[in-house]
Nanobody
Framework: QLQLAESGGALVQPGGSLRLSCAAS????????IGWFRQAPGKEREGVAC????????KYADSVKGRFTISSDNAKGTVYLQMISLKPDDTAVYYC???????????????????WGKGTLVTVSS
């Protein structure tokens, strides 16, 4: 059973940076696709940044391209989300999630994720 645990959420000022971590256990990271998703108050959950099995393909939401970077450390079993130039609109609970069956077409679709962490809160405010 895949288990995911996020950490690193915090209050940060606009323009600031933050790195989130997702510790994965139960599966080797290089055998699964995994991604970061977020849900802001009153909004639907959305895919932010996702990485394919083996790390060869990465997908980003248009709103975070050039500012967020997803990476994985297979030896540590950890996936990271490096965020820079943060904006108030980035305020949300951030989750990492993975599908039971990976496809490139649905790799960043929250409706196709089967395993979820509990989330970590990121607040961007002055």
């Amino acid at each position: 059973q895949l288990q995911l645990a996020e950490s690193g959420g915090a209050l940060v000022q606009p323009g600031g940076s933050l790195r989130l971590s997702c510790a994965a256990s139960g599966f080797r990271l290089d055998t699964i696709g995994i991604g970061w998703f977020r849900q802001a108050p009153g909004k639907e959950r959305e895919g932010v940044a996702c990485i394919s099995r083996g790390g060869g393909v990465r997908k980003y939401a248009d709103s975070v391209k050039g500012r967020f970077t997803i990476s994985s450390d297979n030896a540590k079993g950890t996936v990271y989300l490096q965020m820079i130039s943060l904006k108030p609109d980035d305020t949300a609970v951030y989750y990492c999630a993975a599908p039971a069956r990976f496809t490139f077409q649905t790799m960043c679709d929250p409706d196709n994720m089967d395993y979820w962490g509990k989330g970590t809160l990121v607040t961007v405010s002055s």
